[in-house]
Structures are given as C-alpha cells and as structure tokens.
C-alpha cells in the first residue's frame, strides 16, 4: 500500500485546516512580547482594525485550534496504535519511542526557534495517557471532562487566591505574564531584536516556563482533555466523517449558541475588569470552556464540506497541508523568525496586528501550494519523513 491509500482523508484535511488557523495566534506570539499573547492590552494598539482583528482572532482561532489540532493527535494516537497491532508489531514500544523523538524535537524548536512550541507538550501528554486509549467512547469522553476541569479549578482556586498573596511576590513572579513594565518590554524587544544568541536571553527562560509550570498548571490538563475527546470521537466515527450530518448540525450549532457566546461574554467581562489580573484566571474561564465547544463547530463545518463534496480544490490542498502538519508547523517558525527575529528582518514588536493577519495569508497561500507539489514527488514531508524513520530505526522511503 502507498502512504496515501493507507491515511484518513478527514484526518488530513482537518490536520491542515487546524495548522493553517493555529497560525493566526501563533504570530503574535512571535511578532509581540509574551504577554501580548494572554492580554491584548499588554502591547500594541487594539484601535479601530486592529482592534476587530484581535477580536476576531480571539473569538475564532483562540484556544480553538489548539483544541482541534489535539483532538487529533489523541485520534493519530489510537490510529498509530491500531495499525501496529494490525502489523503485529511492539505497540508500546513504537508509540513510546515516538514521542521520545517528539519531545527532543519539541526541546530543540523550544530552546532554539520558538518559546511557544507544542510539540514537547503533545509528547508528555501522548506518554501519560496512552494506557487510556482503549478506554469506551462514555469513558473518554468523560475523562476528557475531568482533565478539561482540573486546570479551570487551578486558575479558578487561584484567582480567589490572589488578594491574600504578598503584593510583592504578585509582582515579581506574576504580573510580568500578563503586564510586563516599559524596562521589562524593552528588555524582551532588545533580545529578540538582536541576534540568534543574544535572543536566548529571552527564549531560554520563556520556554523553561512553558515547558515547566505552564505545561503543569493548564497545558498538560487541556491538550490531555481535548486529546481524549479526540479518541473517543474517532472511536466513534465523528472525526472521521463517518457520522450522520445531522450529528455534525448539532455540533456546530453547540458552538454558534453557546460557545461563541461565553467567548464573547469574556471579552466583555474582561474589558469590565479593565484587564486586570483577575482577567487572567477568572475571566479567561469563558473562552477555555467556549474554545471547547467552537472547535467542535470548526470540525463539524470541515467535515460537512468534506460529506457534501464542496470546495474539492480547497480541501484537496488542505489533506496535503495536513500530511505534511509536522514539516509545516516548523516551517511556520522557520519564516516568522526571519521576519521578526534579529537573525532576519527584526520586526519583532514593529507590526500591528493586521499587518500580522497579511502575513499569516502569505504563509497559507505558501503552504497550500507547496504541499502538494512536494507530495507529487514525495511519500512524506520532510520531517514526517525523519519522524517516522527515527520511530521505526530504520530509513524509510521517501521518493515516490
């Protein structure tokens, strides 16, 4: 069998979809200081455009893409291991090594391109639930719920914390995530205008964070959770397109009325607060648990466009995005360092926000093209292709 007759289009499609929209949050996590990313206040103007266009980010792709690309890895998850057994080979020994790699991968985009990687955090995550994938769909669904909860009650429980912690600890460890002072913004500009290692300075620490006690308090708990949704929703035959529309209607109808409105009511209750830093704990609750349903909805447009054969040209350059999510994803980081980082253009905190959109639309008219052409030629992208011959410890074929 070829690769391709072996994949999931569904899988694929919505692979490419969700590495293409990760994008559009991604940017300002490379464009502007951290804390931009949490509090749209932090930095930047949020006037006029720019303004509609964080809000729209914020409401569409926020938490949303996430959600959706780690309910399909928890899918790839049972998939991998499903066709193992099928090859009657070491299952936990192929799924473990795997991720051994993986997370080596994720260090190494980590610690020397982009504090925001993901991949690190997937690996943890594919090392400790693995023993529950073969749970029932109820089970992991529910499952999915307690792990979705134990980071909402962590933020909660701390928000109600917070006036009882010495105001010199909130500032020091706590208030430079969500408002940085003017020295320690420069301080963040300097690095990551300045050249490669001088941007470690930054980097190192940003990503010991994420990879620390960012991944303990609230990463772990929600790529785990939509992880397990994600499985059962495989199992189930949902994610991949297997289900009846009227399944996928009401999913999306879930995210139009009742996730779209929390996101939207926190940006409200948010904006109230004057983006204090309670706004960091209790009022980022509304778009955590909206995000959940609004990917469900994002899911549910791509899969009914996919039953009702809509947008052929489209979804086709999406399933070959999607094939190749890995090698794409670090591309991404490969050409937002060379606009926004030292060792390229430096533009790092110098692009309003819809200048970022302008280039996230450049970068997926890229990618939509140049995947296919490289799978005309190509079993594998090129890092799926390393990925896969590390996991197996031998060198795989990759010309067609």
Same mark, same amino acid.
């Given at each position: 069998?070829?690769?391709?007759?072996?994949?999931?289009?569904?899988?694929?499609?919505?692979?490419?979809?969700?590495?293409?929209?990760?994008? *559009?949050?991604?940017?300002?996590?490379?464009?502007?200081?951290?804390?931009?990313? +949490?509090?749209?206040?932090?930095?930047?103007?949020?006037?006029?455009?720019?303004?509609?266009?964080?809000?729209?980010?914020?409401?569409?792709?926020?938490?949303?893409?996430?959600?959706?690309? &780690?309910?399909?890895?928890?899918?790839?998850?049972?998939?991998?291991?499903? @066709?193992?057994?099928?090859?009657?080979?070491? *299952?936990?020994?192929?799924?473990?090594?795997?991720?051994?790699?993986?997370?080596? /991968?994720?260090?190494?985009?980590?610690?020397?391109?982009?504090?925001?990687?993901?991949?690190?955090?997937?690996?943890?995550?594919?090392?400790?639930?693995?023993?529950?994938?073969?749970?029932?769909?109820?089970?992991?669904?529910?499952?999915?719920?307690?792990?979705?909860?134990?980071?909402? #009650?962590?933020?909660?429980?701390?928000?109600?914390?917070?006036? &009882?912690?010495?105001?010199?600890?909130?500032?020091?460890?706590?208030? !430079?995530?969500?408002?940085?002072?003017?020295?320690?913004?420069?301080?963040? =500009?300097?690095?990551?205008?300045?050249? $490669?290692?001088?941007?470690?300075?930054?980097? *190192? !620490?940003?990503?010991?964070?994420?990879?620390?006690?960012?991944?303990?308090?609230?990463?772990?708990?929600?790529?785990?959770?939509?992880?397990?949704?994600?499985?059962?929703?495989?199992?189930?035959?949902?994610?991949?397109?297997?289900?009846?529309?009227?399944?996928?209607?009401?999913?999306?109808?879930?995210?139009?009325?009742?996730? +779209? !409105?929390?996101?939207?009511?926190?940006?409200?209750?948010?904006?109230?607060?004057?983006?204090?830093?309670?706004?960091?704990?209790?009022?980022?609750?509304?778009?955590?648990?909206? &995000?959940?349903?609004?990917?469900?909805?994002?899911?549910?447009?791509?899969?009914?466009?996919?039953?009702?054969? =809509?947008?052929?040209?489209?979804?086709?350059?999406?399933?070959?995005?999607?094939?190749?999510?890995?090698?794409?994803?670090?591309?991404?980081?490969?050409?937002?360092?060379?606009? /926004?980082?030292?060792?390229? +253009?430096?533009?790092?905190?110098? #692009?309003? @926000? $819809?200048?970022? +959109?302008?280039?996230?639309?450049?970068?997926?008219?890229?990618? =939509?093209?140049?995947?296919?052409?490289?799978?005309?030629?190509?079993? /594998?992208?090129?890092?799926?292709?390393? $990925?896969? &011959?590390?996991?197996?410890?031998?060198?795989?074929?990759?010309? @067609?």
């Amino acid at each position: 069998m070829q690769p391709s007759d072996q994949r999931i289009d569904a899988l694929d499609v919505l692979r490419g979809f969700a590495v293409l929209g990760i994008l *559009v949050m991604n940017i300002q996590a490379f464009s502007m200081p951290m804390a931009a990313y +949490l509090n749209p206040t932090a930095y930047g103007s949020l006037e006029g455009v720019n303004g509609a266009v964080w809000a729209i980010s914020h409401l569409l792709t926020d938490q949303k893409m996430m959600g959706l690309f &780690s309910m399909l890895f928890g899918a790839g998850i049972v998939l991998f291991c499903d @066709r193992a057994e099928e090859k009657g080979t070491s *299952v936990a020994g192929y799924h473990y090594r795997r991720n051994v790699w993986l997370l080596i /991968f994720g260090m190494l985009h980590g610690y020397l391109l982009w504090h925001g990687d993901i991949l690190f955090l997937y690996a943890v995550c594919a090392f400790l639930i693995y023993p529950l994938r073969n749970k029932t769909t109820r089970t992991l669904v529910k499952l999915s719920l307690v792990f979705l909860s134990v980071s909402s #009650v962590v933020y909660l429980l701390t928000a109600m914390g917070l006036p &009882s912690l010495p105001p010199e600890e909130v500032a020091e460890e706590i208030l !430079p995530m969500w408002q940085p002072t003017a020295e320690q913004i420069q301080s963040e =500009l300097a690095a990551y205008q300045g050249n $490669w290692v001088e941007q470690m300075a930054a980097r *190192v !620490p940003m990503t010991q964070e994420m990879q620390g006690l960012a991944l303990f308090l609230w990463g772990f708990w929600r790529a785990s959770g939509m992880m397990l949704l994600g499985m059962a929703l495989y199992k189930s035959g949902i994610l991949t397109g297997k289900a009846d529309i009227a399944v996928y209607k009401r999913f999306l109808l879930l995210g139009l009325f009742i996730g +779209l !409105p929390l996101a939207i009511y926190g940006i409200f209750w948010n904006s109230n607060n004057n983006w204090q830093l309670t706004s960091m704990f209790m009022g980022s609750q509304f778009n955590y648990w909206g &995000s959940v349903l609004i990917s469900l909805g994002w899911m549910s447009v791509v899969l009914m466009l996919l039953k009702k054969q =809509l947008l052929r040209r489209l979804t086709d350059r999406l399933a070959a995005t999607g094939r190749m999510a890995f090698t794409n994803y670090i591309m991404q980081t490969v050409i937002c360092g060379l606009i /926004f980082y030292g060792h390229g +253009l430096g533009l790092f905190g110098q #692009v309003e @926000r $819809w200048g970022q +959109l302008l280039i996230v639309l450049g970068v997926w008219a890229l990618q =939509l093209w140049w995947s296919p052409i490289w799978l005309r030629h190509f079993r /594998f992208g090129p890092l799926e292709w390393l $990925w896969r &011959s590390l996991t197996y410890w031998k060198l795989q074929p990759l010309r @067609r």
